[in-house]
């Protein structure tokens, strides 16, 4: 059975860094591309960061472009979202989800596994 489960979220100050893992349980992550996504309190969850099977296509939302890095180890079929300068705004629920494809595309079209999600909270 696929599984998907995220972790590394907790509380941190303005300014501070976390790293979020994604690890994928039941197949090869190598064929498919991973997404971040972000829902932020009383908020949708939306896209925050995306890269494709061979590392060749990586994306991130306009807000997070220079602060975040994503990553992926196919071997440990683990991805990485390295978080630094975090800011009060970047609070929320981040999510990792498995798409069919390889490629990214939108980020929330052809999602079809989700993590359950790790908190992030960013307050002094």
């Known amino acids: 059975q696929w599984q998907v489960v995220e972790s590394g979220g907790g509380l941190v100050q303005p300014g501070g860094s976390l790293k979020l893992s994604c690890t994928i349980f039941g197949w090869s992550l190598r064929e498919y591309a991973v997404v971040w996504f972000r829902q932020r309190p009383g908020k949708r969850r939306v896209g925050v960061s995306c890269?494709?099977?061979?590392?060749?296509?990586?994306k991130y939302v306009d807000s997070v472009k220079g602060r975040f890095t994503i990553s992926r180890d196919n071997a440990k079929n683990t991805v990485y979202l390295q978080m630094n300068d975090l800011k009060p705004e970047d609070t929320g629920i981040y999510y990792c989800?498995?798409?069919?494809?390889?490629?990214?595309?939108?980020?929330?079209?052809?999602?079809?596994?989700w993590g359950q999600g790790t908190q992030v909270t960013v307050s002094s």
């Open positions: 890269i494709n099977g061979s590392s060749f296509e990586i």
């Open positions: 989800a498995k798409k069919k494809y390889s490629m990214c595309g939108g980020y929330d079209v052809d999602v079809d596994v």
